[in-house]
């Protein structure tokens, strides 16, 4: 079957007890799991899931069971994308619902340090391909940290990175396009749009097909906007940009994935406040540049953090135009913000 090499029987200390349904707490988690359905987590309400059977593509609203088998100690349990094992809740009055009693490793992740608890990591979307970051060039303001930090959290959680620069519309871009060279040296797949205007939507989509992306940006960056664009009619609902005041204004709250008309998947995300690196540390922070990497290892100093010390190879790059100056602000900028 299918996967089953991530369904053996659970292991006791990766059981972990769901916050969201601890009325129906089991004794023990189910041993053979066998005989329960496969599905995907396609959207992530506030206390249940919708989950598309593989085989069938049928969907089902499923809550967490008491407890969990599952392999992320330090994450959300259930996030949006996860394979997971469930089985029908006949107790329910309603027969599209079930119980997910287990979730597989994922392959690849969008995560964050948890707003709500630094300790722990916040899965945002499970098992995508490619992780498309989106901005506008204005309102609100492209914000080249923002873009530097998730283009990390991209190399760590395995996905590969596309850039998408919407509203461009507002300004003339071709007099502003060099503040992207340095994404365009690294190959990034980079596209300048105008959702409002139809421009340069084409290349995006025929870029996205068939690949599976989870969209990631600010709020009111037109995440929403692309989505509805795709479908032709308002499947996501968006914000006038009369209403938005630049802070607190978040249109879409849930995770959502779906199936695009021209092939492939899109996941769309609420807008992030904040976006704190997980499971990062100091010192490997510059193997996370790209760009860094062949200087690296050139510095007088083995322990350089490329930071302040003097003949650093980093810091020479920069100065002869070699790494971009943004690119090194914003190394500097997450590297404040790092554990030891
Ligand atoms: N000028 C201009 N405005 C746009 C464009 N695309 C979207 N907008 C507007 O930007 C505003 C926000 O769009 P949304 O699609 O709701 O943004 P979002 O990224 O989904 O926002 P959250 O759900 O809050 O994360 C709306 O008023 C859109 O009409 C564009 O290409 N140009
Ligand atoms: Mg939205
Ligand atoms: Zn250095």
């Not at 049928?58 to 809550?63: D, E, G, K, N, R």
């Amino acid at each position: 079957m299918k996967n089953k090499q991530n369904f053996d029987e659970p292991k006791k200390e990766y059981i972990r007890k769901s916050k969201t349904f601890r009325k129906t707490l089991l004794k023990d988690a189910p041993k053979n799991v066998d005989n329960f359905l496969q599905g995907r987590v396609i959207e992530v309400k506030p206390k249940y899931y919708i989950v598309e059977q593989l085989e069938t593509k049928t969907l089902f609203s499923c809550f967490a069971a008491g407890r969990i088998s599952s392999p992320h100690k330090f994450s959300n349990l259930i996030a949006c994308g996860d394979y997971v094992r469930f089985t029908l809740d006949e107790s329910s009055a309603t027969e599209q619902s079930g119980l997910i009693f287990q979730v597989e490793e994922r392959r690849t992740k969008l995560s964050r340090r948890d707003p709500a608890n630094p300790n722990r990591e916040h899965v945002i979307s499970a098992n995508n391909s490619h992780l498309l970051i989106f901005m506008s060039i204005d309102e609100p303001l492209i914000n080249l940290r923002l873009i530097d930090r998730i283009l990390v959290a991209a190399e760590l959680g395995k996905l590969e990175p596309i850039i998408c620069i919407n509203k461009i519309d507002l300004v003339d871009f071709d007099e502003i396009s060099d503040m992207f060279d340095a994404y365009r040296e690294l190959k990034i797949p980079f596209f300048p749009i105008s959702v409002a205007e139809e421009i340069g939507l084409a290349e995006l989509y025929s870029f996205i097909k068939d690949k599976d992306t989870v969209i990631v940006g600010m709020s009111g960056v037109g995440k929403s906007s692309l989505i509805n664009n795709i479908f032709g009619c308002e499947v996501q609902r968006i914000a006038d940009v009369s209403e938005w005041s630049g802070k607190g204004r978040h249109t879409t709250s849930i995770v959502r994935r779906f199936e695009v008309p021209f092939g492939g998947y899109l996941t769309d995300t609420p807008g992030l406040r904040e976006f704190a690196l997980w499971d990062v540390s100091k010192d490997e922070l510059c193997l996370l540049f790209p760009d860094f990497r062949q200087y690296i290892n050139d510095c007088k100093f083995a322990a350089c953090t490329h930071t302040h010390e003097p003949g650093c190879s980093v810091k020479l790059a920069v100065d002869k135009n070699k790494i971009s100056f943004e690119r090194y602000q914003s190394y500097l900028n997450i590297y404040d913000t790092l554990d030891e």
